[in-house]
């Protein structure tokens, strides 16, 4: 099982990114697949889950109405869009196969920063 994530960076507050992450290993189409991030000095926070073929979204509190997560299982690949982002939003990002984020990538570094 590999996950490797991208597309994070330095953002202004209000700005947007969209996080990728390429799956290979295992049969992508047959889970549910989550993001979860890691501010500094703070634990893992679970942000958003999404159902094996897409159709059903779940959002954290803090996500709502500002990040989207949705899927390619022929590219075997998971995104999050992030919008209107906030310098709490600052964290190292990363794909998980559960909520707890046991089994996940190295992760993407966004930064929210004026």
């Known amino acids: 099982v ?3 994530e991208s597309g994070g960076g330095l953002v202004q507050p209000g700005g947007s990114l969209t996080l990728s992450c390429v799956a290979s290993g295992f049969t992508f189409s047959d889970y549910w ?4 991030r ?5 634990g893992l926070e679970w942000v958003s ?7 059903s979204q779940y959002y954290a509190d803090s996500a709502k109405g500002r990040f989207t997560i949705y899927r390619d299982n022929a590219k075997s690949t998971l995104y ?3 919008n209107s982002l ?6 190292m990002y990363f794909c998980a196969m559960n909520s707890d984020g046991a089994s996940r990538g190295p992760g993407t570094q966004v930064a929210v920063s004026s």
């Open 2 to 4: 590999q996950l490797v």
């Open 33 to 36: 697949m989550y993001w979860v």
């Open 38 to 42: 890691q501010a500094p000095g703070k």
């Open 49 to 55: 889950s999404i159902n094996n073929y897409g159709g």
């Open 80 to 82: 999050l869009q992030l």
């Open 86 to 91: 906030k310098p709490e939003d600052t964290a």
